[in-house]
């Protein structure tokens, strides 16, 4: 099988940590959801059915929730920055990884849904 685009992803991860800019966010654990994506050539591990072909999804829970139960971050960019060095070491050559941290309880004087972040890179 020639080259075949797929994702392994992990969506609406759920934790209650204690980031933010202000000291009240950090004071009681808020709740944020994180995605994660792996997107790059799964061909292989089409052809061959062996996890070690593919991309455990569980480093992406695992990388995730070191970063969120570690220590208070300010910024949902930095967030996202740490989760996504840590998914992209274990990622295979020409991957693209994207992820998405969401805020959806952040300090602000206007109903909404949420406060979302985007961050991408391609494995090289």
């Not at 209650?16 to 004071?27: I, K, P, S, T």
């Not at 695992?62 to 740490?82: K, Y």
């Amino acid at each position: 099988m020639k080259f075949c685009d797929g994702a392994v992803s992990v969506r609406g991860m759920k934790f209650m940590a204690r980031h933010g800019v202000f000291q009240d966010e950090r004071a009681l654990p808020q709740p944020f959801e994180v995605d994660v994506e792996v997107r790059g050539d799964f061909s292989r591990a089409m052809r061959t059915d062996e996890l070690d072909d593919s991309y455990d999804y569980r480093h992406i829970v695992d990388s995730v929730r070191t970063v969120m139960e570690g220590n208070s971050i300010s910024l949902i960019e930095r967030i996202a920055a740490e989760i996504l060095e840590k998914v992209s070491r274990n990622a295979p050559y020409g991957s693209l990884v994207t992820v998405r941290v969401r805020k959806p309880a952040a300090p602000l004087d206007v109903p909404f849904d949420t406060v979302e972040f985007e961050l991408q890179t391609r494995v090289e």
